[in-house]
C-alpha cells in the first residue's frame, strides 16, 4: 500500500473516528517526528589574528550535585541559592569542553575529552581532523581531560607534540594512576613541560592554577590586544562554584587552595573584564564575571565575541 500524503474526504472521516483530535486539526500528516535534543557542538570565533573554537566533546546528566559541588554546606542552603538560580538540586548537567586555538602557524588543542572517538568527531564536526592538531595542551591529568589521548593503544593525535604543567607532570609521575598510565606515560618524550608564566605559543601563556590538582594549570590567551581565558578546572560550576567559591568540590585535591586560586583567578577576570572558557560551564562554555556579594555571578557571552574590534 503507497502512502499519500493526500486524504479523501472518506477516509478523513473514517479516521476522525479513531483520531479525532489530530484528524479534527486537519493536520494528521504533517506532524514532524520528534528529533532529540541537540545541543550545538561548537562554537568558533576571532579573538585578535586567533581563531578560537570550543567543542563539545560531551554531556551527561549526574545525580546529587550537592555531594560534589557543596560538600560543607547544609541542604538547605544548597537548595535555597539553586532555587534562586533556577536550577534543581537533584541533578545536574555536566558539559566538557575542549577549545581549538588557531594561531595562524599552529593549531592548538587544549585537553582531549573522556574518550578520543568522541572528541574527533566533535573536532570533525567543527572543521578539522585529528592529524591538523600541532600541539596538544593539557591544562591537568583527570580523566576527562586525558581520556582522548589515546584511542586502543595509539595516539589519536598522531602529529601532535605534547605540553603540560612541569608540576601536573610530577605529580601523576609516581602516582601508580591508571588513566595516567594509559594514556600520558606512552606519550611522555613527546611532552614538553611547562612552569607558571610559560609559553605555548606566542600570545599563549600558562598559569599555574593549583587546587583542583597540584599543577592544574589556566591559559591565557593573547591576539592583537584582544585577551581570552582558558580555565579548564579552576572552578566547574557556573552558580555554586562561581557564587561560592568557597563551597567545597568533591574533585578538587586541596579544598583550601583551590577556593584560593577560584578567588583569585575570579578577581582578575572581573577586574578586567576578560572573557573566559570554562571547561564544564554551560556549552559554549564562554562568560564574563562580576562580582556579586562575597562571591561572582557568571554572565553566559551573547555577541560579544561576533563583534570585530
Ligand atoms: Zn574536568
Known sequence: MTKSPYITRRSALMGAAALPLVAASGRAFAAAEMLGMAPPKFNRFKLGGFEVTAILAGTRTVPDPQTIFGMNVTPEEFA??????????????????????????????????????????????????????????????????????????????????????????DAWDMAGNEGFEKNVRPLAEKMTMLDDGGAVASGVTGMLAPGHTPGHMAYHIESNGKQLVLGADFANHYVWSLAYPDWEVKFDRDKAQAAQTRRKMLDMMAADKTPFIGYHMPFPALGYVEPRGDGFHYVPASYQMMIEG
Open 80 to 169: 535555597s541559592v539553586s532555587a534562586a538560580n533556577n536550577i534543581p538540586t537533584d541533578k545536574a548537567q555536566f558539559f566538557f569542553t575542549p577549545t581549538v586555538v588557531n594561531t595562524g602557524a599552529e593549531l592548538i588543542l587544549f585537553d582531549t575529552g573522556l574518550q578520543g572517538p568522541a572528541t574527533v568527531a566533535a573536532l570533525q564536526a567543527a572543521g578539522y581532523s585529528a592529524d591538523q592538531i600541532d600541539v596538544v595542551v593539557l591544562t591537568h591529568m583527570h580523566g576527562d581531560h586525558i581520556g582522548g589521548l589515546m584511542t586502543d593503544g595509539t595516539p589519536t593525535f598522531a602529529n601532535a607534540r605534547y605540553i603540560t604543567g612541569a608540576a601536573e607532570f
